[in-house]
């Protein structure tokens, strides 16, 4: 069964760094994800995918301060210099055959 | 501009029936796989239903397989669900989301609100 894990909190100072991780369920190790913001009161919008190889492709508009990688079953995002809108819940989804989508669970995001 | 905006949303009684639009625009619609992804006030994402470009693939979440129903009219640029035996866990917040082949979800509609409740 496809399952994303994601740990539900994580936070880091104003101006450094965090890296999400987003665990794909054995056996599901060439998949690749896609990452989601969702600020406070807002929809969600689409950040960038990250394919197992590491390479990701971000959305129109996304700065350059997020970015994509991988390792194993782990899809990671890191965000560079925080800032205080990166305040968020972070979400990773991914593809199944056919045509079903799979959510992980988010990371919440507390900029101290 | 791409764009994907919901409508249909409202407040319905159990066990009534309810149906979502997505009216798309900026992008050729048929390209695509379309679904639904509900947010419940102050949980996860949780995704619903997929078509795919021709309506030849449909997906549903096992929570909604049986009442819910996925279409599209690609003449019309237009995705719908039809969501019937409404129950009070159906209230979320409904967004319509594009999805190319072979890729995840890149664009969100702004959503439409569902509530059930008597």
């Known amino acids: 069964q496809l399952v994303l894990t994601q740990s539900p909190s994580a936070s880091a100072p104003l101006g450094a760094s965090v890296k999400l991780t987003c665990t794909l369920s054995s056996g599901h190790i060439t998949y690749a994800i896609a990452w989601h913001q969702q600020q406070p009161e807002k929809g969600p919008r689409f950040l960038m995918n990250v394919r197992s190889d590491g390479s990701h492709n971000k959305g129109d508009g996304i700065p350059d301060r997020f970015s994509g990688s991988s390792s194993g079953t782990d899809r990671y995002l890191t965000i560079s210099s925080l800032q205080s809108e990166d305040e968020a819940d972070y979400y990773c989804q991914t593809w199944d055959t056919g045509i079903h989508v799979v959510f992980g669970g988010g990371t919440k995001v507390t900029v101290l | 501009e791409v764009q994907l905006v919901e409508s249909g949303g409202g407040l319905v009684q159990p066990g009534r029936s309810l149906r979502l639009s997505c009216a798309a625009s900026g992008f050729i619609f048929d390209y695509y796989a379309l679904h639904w992804v509900r947010q419940a006030p102050g949980k996860g994402l949780e995704w619903v239903s997929g078509?795919?470009?021709?309506?030849?693939?449909?997906g549903y979440a096992e929570s909604v397989k049986g009442r819910f129903t996925i279409s599209r009219d690609n003449a019309k640029n237009s995705l719908h669900l039809q969501m019937s035996g409404l129950t009070v866990e159906d209230t979320a917040l409904y967004y319509c989301?594009?999805?190319?082949?072979?890729?995840?979800?890149?664009?969100w509609g702004q959503g439409t609100a569902v509530t059930v409740s008597s």
């Open positions: 078509i795919s470009w021709n309506s030849g693939s449909i």
């Open positions: 989301v594009r999805a190319a082949v072979g890729d995840g979800v890149d664009v």
